[in-house]
């Protein structure tokens, strides 16, 4: 028996008694609620990611790999539009190209690490800049981690379910 379940059986007895005592309908509607069914199965939240890259078909590979194994996507097209999605949104994980028009991706990751909610998010670039001064510059911008396009699919799973915990 899970919390959720005990609060929804708290939610209906609550419920209950508000129909059946305090409004006096005791005999209409008595033995007519039924309390819920305790389920057994834990209740799991898709961890929400946010992927950035102004590639169409990057994106495109990296949701359907990530949706593969029942993660929430977001895409953005570039860094500008996923600041603005980050302004009313927050992720569990952020995954961004380098280079791209409008904000590239390491003035995405300072801008995110200035907002409370991306203060500890783990953001990781998937580039084709390999360089390590490219590298140095998102480390010192605050990324987690660095992955080089084109990527394998199942390298990107493991990275993701790693930093994810």
């Given at each position: 028996?899970?919390?959720y379940?005990d609060?929804?059986?708290s ?26 069914k ?9 961890k ?10 990057i994106r495109?590979?990296v949701?359907?790999t990530?949706?593969?194994e029942g ?20 992720f569990?994980?952020?995954l ?9 991706g ?18 990781v ?8 001064d490219?590298?140095?510059q ?10 080089v ?17």
């Open positions: 028996m899970g919390l379940s609060a929804l059986t939610c209906y007895d609550d419920l209950k008694h508000l129909f059946l005592h305090d409004r006096g309908v005791n005999r209409q509607l008595k033995g007519r609620l039924s309390a819920p305790r389920v057994n199965e834990e209740i799991t939240v898709s929400k990611i946010l992927i950035v890259d102004d590639s169409p078909s495109q590979m949701e359907v990530l949706k593969s993660y929430d996507i977001t895409a953005a097209t570039d860094g500008q539009n996923a600041l603005d999605i980050c302004q009313d949104h927050s569990d994980f952020v961004t190209d380098v280079n791209m028009p409008n904000m590239d390491i003035s995405l990751v300072k801008a995110l690490r200035q907002m409370a909610a991306f203060a500890a998010t783990p953001i670039m998937l580039t084709t800049e390999a360089g390590s490219m590298k140095s998102g480390k010192a911008a605050g990324a987690t981690g660095w992955m396009k084109p990527f394998d699919p199942s390298k990107l799973l493991q990275l993701v379910a790693k930093v994810l915990g």
